[in-house]
C-alpha cells in the first residue's frame, strides 16, 4: 500500500521553526521525485521545495528561498522541510507528493505533471 504521510505541522510565531516530515512507503522511493506543496484558503496550490531521491536535485521557490531547506534521508525513506524564519504568508496546509521519472524543478513549477501519490497534509500556521 503506497502512502506519504506528513508531519511536523503546526502553530508558530512570525520568525520561528518547523521541520516538516514526509515518510514514503510502498514504492520505490529512489526513483521518485518528493515534493513539498501548498495551499492557503481562496490561493492556488503551490509548488515550494522538491528533491529528486535518486542524485538528490533540488528545486526551491524564489517565495521561500533562504528560508527553506529540503532534505532526505534515503534510509528512512523520508523527505524533510526545514522552515526557518516563517512568516504569516507561509500559513497553508503543506502537502507532500510523489512523482517518477521528473527532474525536481519540474516537480515544483509544472501543474501539469502528474503526481501519482499525495499525503493527507498537514497544516501549519504562522501567527502571534
Known amino acids: 500500500q503506497v502512502q506519504l504521510v506528513e508531519s511536523g505541522g503546526g502553530l508558530v510565531q512570525p520568525g520561528g521553526s518547523l521541520r516538516l516530515s514526509c515518510a514514503a512507503s510502498?514504492?520505490?522511493?529512489?526513483?521518485?521525485?518528493i515534493g513539498w506543496f501548498r495551499q492557503a484558503p481562496g490561493k492556488e496550490r503551490e509548488g515550494v521545495s522538491c528533491?529528486?531521491?535518486?542524485?538528490?536535485?533540488?528545486y526551491v521557490a524564489d517565495s521561500v528561498k533562504g528560508r527553506f531547506t529540503i532534505s532526505k534521508d534515503s534510509a528512512k525513506n523520508t523527505v524533510y522541510l526545514q522552515m526557518n524564519s516563517l512568516k504569516p504568508e507561509d500559513t497553508a496546509v503543506y502537502y507532500c507528493?510523489?512523482?517518477?521519472?521528473?527532474?525536481?524543478?519540474?516537480?515544483?513549477?509544472?501543474?501539469?505533471?502528474?503526481?501519482?501519490?499525495w499525503g493527507q497534509g498537514t497544516q501549519v500556521t504562522v501567527s502571534s
Open positions: 510502498g514504492f520505490t522511493f529512489y526513483k521518485y521525485v
Open positions: 528533491i529528486s531521491s535518486s542524485d538528490g536535485s533540488t
Open positions: 507528493a510523489a512523482a517518477p521519472l521528473a527532474t525536481s524543478r519540474a516537480m515544483c513549477t509544472n501543474p501539469g505533471l502528474n503526481k501519482n501519490y
